[in-house]
C-alpha cells in the first residue's frame, strides 16, 4: 500500500518534482562555476556566481519544503472534510508513503546532483558517493522529517505558510533579544560557536529535531490530536533553541571528552604563563586609533613532534585580593604547532566604542597588581598525513587530504601580519579537521611559520548540511630571519617554493586551569615600538 | 450495528453533543433529522471516529469508535455533501486508487454504478460540478458492498434530477445494506427510511419506526358549534394549537383513531366534527422543530 499511495501522489505532484529536481542541477552546475565553493564561507558577496547560486540554493529549499507540504496535504491530517480519513487505508502506510515520497522526489534527485557535482569537481567516486549519500542521510533527518512533522500540523499551504510566518517572527525576536544582550549572554549564548566543539550543539539539535520530529509525526498519523501535535512543536522548538544555542560550554566540552579517540595522550602538556617572551609590538605607521589585540604570553611545553594543540576556549578571570573575581573576557582557539610561547588574546587596546563596556578597562583591573586565573578547554591534535603539493601554482590534487589545490595569494595587513594563503577545494566530507602549510626551503630573506587552521569541528560522524566543497585556506607567516615580519616582495619566487600540506585529527580533549600569581593588565598591552618595515 | 451511549462532544465552551443516546439496527434505515446546528452531523463524524467524542461511547461494527480500524472502515460506506476528493485525478484514476484497500471490491459492480451515474471516467474530480461530485463519493462507497453506508446530508445542492439519479442509485444497491442518513430533504428520507431518530440542540428527542411515527402524528381539525378557543388544560402531545374562528386546529403527537373523539371532548365543549389528516414526515418534522422553538423561547 506504500507504493500505491506514493503512485497516486507522484501522479498529483510530479511536475513540482520535476522543477526541484531541475533547481537542484542548476545549482550543482553553478557550484562546479564558482569553484571557491563553500557557500557558507563564501557569503553573498561573490558578484553575479555568488549572488545566483544563493538565489538557486533558496529556491530549491523553498522548492523542497513546498513538495514537502504539498505531499502532506494531499492526506491532511487536521480537519474533518477530507475523504482519505474515512477510507480503510492504514495510518503507518500513510506516513511511510510520505517519507517515501520525500525520499524519492527530493532526497534521490538531490543525491544525484550531489553525485554529479563530487563527481565533474573531480572528487573520487567513493567520496563523492559518500558526500552524497551521508548529506541526503542527514538531510532526510534534519530537515525533511521536520519539514513532513511542521506540514502534518497544517490542513493547507494557506495554514502552512502562516505557521512559517509566526515562527520566523519568534525567529527575528530571538535575534534582537540576543543581539541587545550580547554580553550578559556571552557567557551562555553559542558558547561553542567557532570552535573544533560546535558539532556537539548541532549534533544535539539534530538529533533532538529528529526525535521530535518522529513524536509530531506519531501523535499526528496516529491519533490525530493536533492541538497536542502544535504543543508538542512549539515546546520542542523552545528546547531545540536551548541545545543549540544555549548548551554550556562545560557539557560540550565533556561530550567531547567523552569521545577522546585516546584518552591520557595529553597527560605530557603542561602550560606556564611566559612573562620573558615580552609585549606584543605595534606595527609601524598603523593609525593609533585602530586597536591592536592584547595577549598574554603563554609557554605549552609536552606536545610531541607530530601533534599539534589547539586551545579550544578560554576565559580569563581576575582574582582580587579582596577576595572577588571578576570575567575580564573569554575567547576561542589559540593554537600551538610545537612546544614553545605564543599568545592567547584577551582584549583589544585601546577599548573603545562598544568594547569600552569591557572589564578590561576597570580601572582595578588596568592598574592593581592582582591573580589571573585562565581556564582552557584544549584539544590535542595528531598529524595524519603530510600532502607534497611540489608546487603552489595550478589545480591540482593533493593526495591524502581530500582536497584539491585552487589559488593562492599573499596578503598584509597592519597587524603584525604578514602571510601566504593557499586556497583549497575539500571533498565536501572528508576534508581536514585542521591543518598547517609548511613552504621548505622559501626563498631569501623569507621565513615561513606555519599556522594552525581548524575551519570545521571535530565531528565525530561525516555529513553536512550545506552543499558542495569546502573551502579551506591553509596559511604561513612570512618573518624575516630576525624574526620581524617581513611583506612579500619577490612574490614569483615564493610561489615557486614546494610546499606540504599537514593535516590533524584530534587526539583527545581536556581542561586545564592555571593561575599567574602577580600581573598587572597594563603590562601587556602592546609595545608601542615598531617591528619590521612598513606594509607595501 | 451502531449503539450510541451518552454521547457528548464540545467545541470550546458549546455542547454541540449532550448526552446522545440512539441504536441502528441491523438491516435498518434510520433517518437522523433534526435542524440546522442540531449536531446530525457532529454525531455522524463521530461515529466514523473522524471527530473524538468528548465523552460517552459509541459501538459501530462492534467496536468502539476510537478504536476503528481500516478492517471495520473496509465495511462502510459513507458519502458527505463536504467530502473533499482529491481534485487532480480523474474519476477513473480515483476508483483505481481505491480500489486495492477494499478486499470485496466489485469491479462489475463499480462499472455498473458509474454507468447507472453517468460519471465521466475521464474527467478530472476539480471540474465535476457538486451534483456529480456526490454522485462520484456514492460510486466510491458502493462497489464494496458495505454492511453499513453512512449518509450526511447526501442531497444537499442537487438538483431534483440528479437528485433522482442519485437515490435510483442508492435504492438499486441497498440489499442488505444498514443505511444511517441524514438530511433535510425529508420527502427522500421518507422513501429510504425505515426508522426514523430526532435531534435537537444536541440532544435525542426521539427515535422510533418510520410506520409508528407516521401513525402517531395526525394533523386534527375540529369544529365547534361556537367561537373557539385554545383549551387552556390541552394535552402537552397537541402541537401548534390554532384558533380560526370556529375551528380548532392541532398536531396531535399521539394519535390513536379509537379514543381520539373522547380526548377532544374531554378538552372542547361543542364539539360539531372532527376531521383528521396524516401526515407526512416533512410536516412532522416542521412541527416538531416549530414546537421546540416555540419551547425553548417560552423558557428563555
Not at chain 1, 550543482?28 to 553573498?44: V, Y
Not at chain 1, 580569563?316 to 576561542?332: N, Y
Not at chain 1, 589571573?372 to 595528531?382: D, G, P
Not at chain 2, 480523474?90 to 486495492?100: D, G, I, Q
Amino acid at each position: 500500500m506504500i507504493w500505491h499511495i506514493f503512485k497516486k501522489d507522484f501522479k498529483l505532484l510530479w511536475p513540482y518534482a520535476a522543477v526541484l529536481a531541475v533547481l537542484q542541477l542548476s545549482y550543482s552546475a553553478m557550484q562546479l562555476l564558482n569553484p571557491a565553493g563553500d557557500i557558507s564561507e563564501s557569503g553573498l558577496d561573490d558578484g553575479p556566481h555568488g549572488v545566483l547560486q544563493q538565489l538557486l540554493l533558496a529556491a530549491v529549499l523553498f522548492g523542497g519544503s513546498f513538495l514537502i507540504a504539498s505531499l502532506v496535504h494531499q492526506d491532511a491530517i487536521p480537519g474533518t472534510r477530507q475523504d482519505w480519513l474515512v477510507r480503510p487505508i492504514p495510518r503507518m502506510s500513510l506516513l511511510l508513503s510520505k517519507i517515501l515520497s520525500a525520499v524519492l522526489l527530493i532526497h534521490v534527485p538531490m543525491l544525484a546532483s550531489d553525485l554529479l557535482f563530487g563527481l565533474v569537481a573531480r572528487f573520487p567516486l567513493g567520496t563523492s558517493l559518500v558526500y552524497a549519500i551521508s548529506r541526503n542521510i542527514l538531510l532526510l533527518m534534519v530537515l525533511s522529517m521536520p519539514l513532513l512533522a511542521f506540514s502534518s500540523l497544517t490542513k493547507n499551504l494557506t495554514e502552512a505558510v502562516a505557521g512559517v510566518f509566526a515562527m520566523a517572527v519568534g525567529m527575528v525576536m530571538f535575534g534582537f533579544i540576543t543581539q541587545a544582550l550580547h554580553w550578559p549572554l556571552k557567557m551562555v549564548y553559542e558558547t561553542t560557536y567557532n570552535t573544533g566543539l560546535h558539532w556537539v550543539p548541532q549534533f544535539a539539535g539534530y538529533v533532538f529535531a529528529f526525535a521530535s520530529a518522529l513524536a509530531v509525526l506519531g501523535i499526528q498519523y496516529f491519533r490525530r490530536k493536533t492541538l497536542t501535535a502544535r504543543v508538542t512543536t512549539v515546546v520542542a522548538s523552545l528546547i531545540f533553541v536551548a541545545l543549540t544555542f544555549f548548551l554550556p560550554w562545560e557539557t560540550a566540552s565533556a561530550v567531547e571528552e567523552h569521545f577522546s579517540r585516546q584518552p591520557g595522550a595529553s597527560s605530557a602538556v603542561s602550560f606556564s604563563f611566559d612573562p620573558t617572551a615580552g609585549r606584543i609590538h605595534r606595527t609601524p605607521n598603523r593609525p593609533s586609533a585602530i586597536p591592536v589585540d592584547w595577549y598574554l604570553p603563554l609557554r605549552v611545553d609536552g606536545i610531541a613532534p607530530d601533534a599539534a594543540l589547539r586551545v579550544d576556549r578560554f576565559s580569563t578571570r581576575a582574582l582580587f585580593a579582596s577576595g572577588e573575581s571578576m570575567l575580564l573576557s573569554i575567547d576561542t582557539n589559540a593554537d600551538f604547532l610545537q612546544n614553545g610561547t605564543g599568545r592567547l588574546h584577551v582584549g583589544f587596546e585601546p577599548l573603545t566604542g562598544e568594547t569600552a563596556k569591557s572589564p578590561l578597562n576597570d580601572p582595578r583591573v588596568k592598574e592593581q597588581v592582582m591573580q589571573i586565573a585562565i581556564e582552557m578547554s584544549a584539544t590535542l591534535l595528531r598529524r595524519t598525513a603530510v600532502a607534497d603539493m611540489t608546487t603552489l601554482d595550478g589545480q591540482v590534487q593533493i593526495n591524502g587530504t581530500g582536497c584539491i589545490h585552487r589559488q593562492w595569494a599573499w596578503y598584509s595587513d597592519w597587524d603584525d601580519d604578514s602571510r601566504l594563503d593557499v586556497t583549497l577545494s575539500c571533498a565536501p566530507v572528508l576534508n581536514p579537521v585542521c591543518y598547517s602549510l609548511t613552504l621548505v626551503n622559501p626563498p631569501a630573506p623569507y621565513v615561513s611559520i606555519p599556522v594552525l587552521k581548524c575551519p570545521g569541528d571535530y565531528k565525530p560522524y561525516v555529513g553536512r548540511l550545506i552543499p558542495g566543497a569546502s573551502s579551506i585556506t591553509a596559511v604561513a607567516q612570512l618573518y624575516d630571519p630576525s624574526g620581524n615580519v617581513r611583506y612579500p616582495e619577490n612574490t614569483e619566487g615564493l610561489f615557486q617554493s614546494k610546499a606540504f600540506i599537514n593535516v590533524y585529527e584530534p587526539l583527545e580533549h581536556f581542561t586545564k586551569t592555571i593561575v599567574i600569581p602577580n600581573i598587572r593588565f597594563k603590562d601587556w598591552t602592546a609595545d608601542p615600538t615598531p617591528r619590521g618595515p612598513a606594509p607595501q | 450495528m451502531i449503539q450510541v451511549n451518552d454521547l457528548w462532544k464540545q467545541f470550546g465552551r458549546h455542547d454541540a453533543l449532550r448526552g446522545l443516546s440512539f441504536e441502528v439496527p441491523q438491516g435498518s434505515a434510520l433517518a437522523l433529522i433534526g435542524a440546522n446546528g442540531a449536531g446530525k452531523t457532529t454525531t455522524i463524524k463521530t461515529l466514523i471516529n473522524i471527530i473524538e467524542p468528548t465523552r460517552g461511547h459509541v459501538n459501530i461494527l462492534g467496536v468502539d469508535s476510537r478504536r476503528i480500524s481500516p478492517h471495520e472502515l473496509a465495511q462502510i460506506g459513507y458519502v458527505s455533501e463536504s467530502q473533499d476528493l482529491p481534485g487532480g485525478l480523474t474519476v477513473a484514476e480515483y476508483l483505481n486508487y481505491l480500489r486495492p484497500f477494499y478486499p470485496k471490491w466489485d469491479k462489475d459492480l463499480e462499472v455498473s454504478v458509474c454507468r447507472q451515474l453517468s460519471l465521466p471516467a475521464k474527467q478530472k474530480i476539480r471540474n465535476l460540478s457538486h451534483g456529480m461530485r456526490m454522485k462520484m463519493a456514492l460510486a466510491c462507497a458502493l462497489p464494496f458492498r458495505p454492511k453499513l453506508l453512512i449518509l450526511d446530508e447526501p442531497f444537499s445542492g442537487l438538483d431534483p434530477l440528479v437528485r433522482d439519479e442519485f437515490m435510483e442509485g442508492l435504492l438499486a444497491q441497498a440489499g442488505e445494506m444498514t443505511v444511517l442518513i441524514s438530511s433535510h430533504e425529508l420527502g427522500e428520507i421518507e422513501g429510504v427510511a425505515t426508522d426514523v431518530a430526532f435531534i435537537d440542540d444536541g440532544k435525542l428527542l426521539f427515535q422510533e419506526s418510520m410506520g409508528d411515527l407516521t401513525e402517531r402524528f395526525r394533523e386534527v381539525r375540529v369544529t365547534l358549534d361556537r367561537e373557539a378557543a385554545a383549551p387552556h388544560d390541552a394535552p402537552k402531545e397537541w402541537l401548534c394549537l390554532r384558533v380560526m374562528g370556529s375551528v380548532l386546529t392541532f398536531v396531535d403527537g399521539s394519535y390513536s383513531e379509537a379514543n381520539l373523539t373522547e380526548r377532544v371532548r374531554t378538552h372542547c365543549t361543542g364539539v360539531k366534527h372532527i376531521d383528521t389528516e396524516p401526515m407526512t414526515l416533512r410536516t412532522i418534522f416542521t412541527t416538531l422543530a416549530r414546537s421546540n422553538r416555540a419551547e425553548k423561547g417560552r423558557h428563555s
